[in-house]
C-alpha cells in the first residue's frame, strides 16, 4: 500500500485527478476507457502538450486502479480473517504474558529466554501481517484449517508463512516494524492506512518503479528543455 501511495503522489497531481483519488474501481476503469479511446482517435490532431497531459493522467490513473484493487482485497481480507486474527492475537498475548511470568524468577534461564522472545515475535506476526495476503495461522486448528488444501498447497503456504515469519524477526531486530511490540503491549494496531510489513518483492518493486520513474522524468524536462530552446530561437529571428 505505501509503494502504491507513493507513485500516486508522484504520478497523479493534475487537477482531473482529483476526483479519482480514492474513488471506486468501476468509475476509474470508466475514465481509463475513455481517454484511451481519445488517444486512439485524435491522437494525430492533438497537440502534443494535451497528448502529454493525457498519457501522464492514464499512467496515474492506471495507479489509482490498482490501489482501488488493493483496497478492495484488504477490505475482503479483513473480513475473512478478522476472527482468526482476534483470538490468535488473544493466544499469543497470553502466551507472552505466561512466558514473562515464567522469567520473573529464573532471568537467566536460556530456554525461557528464547521461549519468551518467540512469544513477542508470535505477536508482532499476528499484528503486522500484511493485510493484502492471505492470513496463515501461527496456530492451525481443525477450526480454522483449510481441510480443502492438497499437499501442494500447504507446503507453499508454510514456505510462505516462513518467509513472512523471518521478515518478522528481522525487522523485530531493526526495530523497524509498523508496529512495534512496545506498542502492541499498548493495545495498537495497524492504521486504516497501513498495510502491514512489505515483502521483498515489493520492495524490488519500488526501487524498479523509482528508477522507471526518474527516468521518465528526465526524459520530459529534457524534451521542455529543447522545447523553449526552439522557441527562443524562433523568437530571435
Known amino acids: 500500500m505505501a509503494r502504491i501511495q507513493r507513485r500516486r503522489n508522484n504520478a497523479g497531481s493534475s487537477l482531473e485527478m482529483a476526483q479519482f483519488i480514492d474513488a471506486g474501481v468501476n468509475k476509474i476503469k470508466k475514465r481509463i476507457r475513455d481517454i484511451e479511446r481519445l488517444l486512439k482517435k485524435k491522437g494525430d490532431i492533438l497537440p502534443d502538450t494535451v497528448i502529454v497531459e493525457k498519457e501522464r493522467t492514464l499512467e496515474a490513473l492506471k495507479i489509482e486502479l490498482e490501489n ?3 483496497q478492495q482485497k484488504i477490505k475482503q481480507n479483513a473480513k475473512k480473517y478478522h476472527m482468526i486474527k482476534f483470538f ?22 536460556k530456554e525461557k ?13 499476528v499484528v503486522n501481517f500484511p493485510k493484502s495476503e492471505k492470513y496463515i495461522a501461527l496456530y492451525p486448528s481443525n477450526e480454522n484449517e483449510d481441510n480443502t488444501e492438497d499437499t501442494t498447497t500447504k507446503e507453499k503456504s508454510d514456505i510462505k508463512k516462513k518467509y513472512i515469519y523471518d521478515l518478522i524477526i528481522k525487522q523485530f531486530q531493526d526495530n523497524t516494524l509498523p508496529v512495534s511490540f512496545k506498542s502492541i503491549l499498548e493495545g495498537k494496531k495497524l492504521d486504516k492506512q497501513h498495510n502491514g510489513i512489505r515483502l521483498e518483492a515489493d520492495r524490488e518493486e519500488d526501487e524498479k518503479e523509482e528508477q522507471e520513474y526518474s527516468s521518465s522524468e528526465r526524459k520530459t524536462k529534457a524534451s521542455n528543455g ?10 530571435f529571428e
Open 68 to 70: 482501488a484493487h488493493l
Open 88 to 109: 490468535e492475537r488473544k493466544k499469543a498475548m497470553r502466551k507472552y504474558k505466561k512466558a514473562a511470568k515464567a522469567i520473573e524468577d529464573d532471568s537467566d534461564n
Open 113 to 125: 529466554q528464547a521461549e519468551l522472545l518467540k512469544t513477542k515475535i508470535d505477536l508482532c506476526y
Open 226 to 235: 529543447a522545447e523553449a530552446e526552439e522557441e527562443e530561437d524562433d523568437f
